[in-house]
């Protein structure tokens, strides 16, 4: 390579001197060999370079392959769990179908028994005849749309008892009254946002004007709501100021603001994962907050008649700025008399749902103990529930309600562990007559709460 540089650099410099003669110019044998050696490695660098090249664009278009099948095959997996959940759906409610007709088997067999069914059939012939017998002036007309209500009969005699009682105890709220600041969160029902009332921070929960339009109950729901919050008063239990009474549009619950949910303070912010992106609080304060939910459900089990929450979970329960508890969210509630049962299934969510509720079977308070137990178990492990597994929620349902499926409990590192493990697996019986009322539990973490403070 060195040589052949020389020989160009003084082929250069006789090529532009005008006093060497042409023959002198030419070039020698040497050099004719010399610029034969040049040329042919230029061209073997030349050839070099274009196969380098050339496995450049092979390996480009190698990894673009590999990309695609990768694509290709995240595509297919993703159509596999799309086609199992949909297996397990019908699964699921082939059995749900299966329970409703024994249950209503069952229910006309207990009527057919007692006479019931006879009376029934006899009093719906004995309506039949009266309506054919009465002038056709006289019989109302069929009505087909909310709409076509005559005017006497008030369209939401539910919502109209809500407002009396709202005013008459002072607790109604014109909608100019609200002062929107920010939005500081979102459910699937409604927007909450940070407001001004009467030079007071609160937050208003804005219903979504679709959920009156789209569902039939949903008047009833919102009065229900509003219902049971405006009968409590517990340090424990979220606080209602006021409601401003006029959906679809104007649909507000105004309470007081808290900074986080039970979600958020054990989890951390955004949605659920795999890994913690925040420390988990410390065991004294996770069963303060653990005795706190249990006792303000204990004040809602235990007045007359007693109310079901229906829809425990982390994101229903809020926390104030000094970590003390309030349960909220009362929108699926009921009041149950003593002896008393409710038939609604799928009330809930499905991972803190009892197997009893999922399965359409009747069931009682003993439904919120279950979802506490999920609750307690998430408190003391810090991860989400049914996390070690790869199901989706209708095959956690559908596990659940056999028997066949429980969170993952804590491994047991010390005694009140060990005691809250106990606790833990009474309350998530099967058998809801085996797990224990809340004032049992309030007195068991009492118990708990006291041996850690005095071990400190």
Request: proline content about 5%; charged content about 25%.
């Amino acid at each position: 390579m060195i040589v052949a540089g020389s020989s160009q650099k003084k082929k250069a410099s006789t090529l532009f001197s005008p006093r060497q003669s042409p023959v002198e110019n030419s070039p020698g044998k040497n050099e004719i060999s010399t610029i034969k050696t040049t040329n042919s490695g230029g061209c073997c660098r030349r050839l070099n370079d274009c196969m380098a090249e050339g496995s450049i664009v092979s390996t480009k278009e190698s990894q673009r392959q590999q990309q695609s099948i990768s694509e290709l095959r995240q595509q297919v997996a993703d159509l596999e769990r799309e086609v199992l959940k949909q297996k397990e759906l019908r699964l699921m409610y082939r059995k749900r179908m299966e329970t409703t007709q024994d249950y209503l088997k069952h229910c006309l067999q207990v009527a057919q028994e007692n006479g019931f069914l006879d009376l029934i059939i006899q009093n719906k012939d004995d309506q039949q005849g009266i309506k054919d017998a009465l002038p056709t002036s006289i019989v109302s007309p069929r009505i087909t749309s909310p709409h076509q209500l005559p005017a006497q009969v008030p369209q939401f005699p539910n919502l109209a008892f809500t407002i009396d009682q709202a005013k008459m105890n002072g607790w109604f709220i014109e909608s100019h009254e609200i002062e929107f600041q920010e939005k500081i969160g979102q459910g699937s029902t409604a927007d909450i946002y940070r407001a001004i009332w009467r030079g007071f921070d609160v937050a208003v929960k804005c219903m979504f004007p679709d959920f009156f339009l789209s569902n039939e109950n949903g008047v009833n729901f919102f009065a229900q709501e509003l219902d049971t919050l405006s009968r409590q008063r517990h340090c424990y239990v979220l606080q209602l100021l006021g409601a401003c009474i006029d959906p679809p549009s104007n649909a507000w619950v105004v309470t007081e603001i808290l900074g986080m949910t039970l979600k958020e303070w054990l989890h951390g912010p955004g949605s659920r994962r795999n890994e913690r992106s925040v420390p988990i609080p410390p065991f004294q304060n996770r069963v303060t907050v653990a005795l706190e939910i249990a006792q303000a459900m204990q004040y809602l089990h235990e007045q007359k008649p007693k109310v079901i929450h229906r829809d425990l979970k982390p994101s229903n329960i809020f926390l104030d700025d000094s970590n003390h508890v309030r349960v909220a969210d009362f929108g699926h509630a009921r009041f149950l008399d003593d002896a008393e049962k409710a038939l609604t299934g799928e009330t809930g969510t499905y991972v803190y749902m009892a197997p009893e509720v999922i399965r359409y079977e009747p069931y009682n308070e003993k439904s919120d103990v279950y979802s506490f137990a999920v609750i307690l178990n998430e408190l003391m492990t810090g991860d989400y529930p049914y996390i070690e597994t790869d199901f989706g929620p209708s095959k956690i349902a559908m596990e659940v309600a056999e028997g066949k499926l429980r969170p993952m409990l804590p491994h047991e590192d010390n005694d009140q562990l060990g005691e809250l493990i106990d606790l833990i697996s009474q309350s998530w019986d099967q058998d809801a007559s085996v797990r224990p009322s809340f004032a049992t539990i309030t007195s068991s973490l009492r118990k708990i709460q006291q041996r850690i403070i005095e071990g400190a």
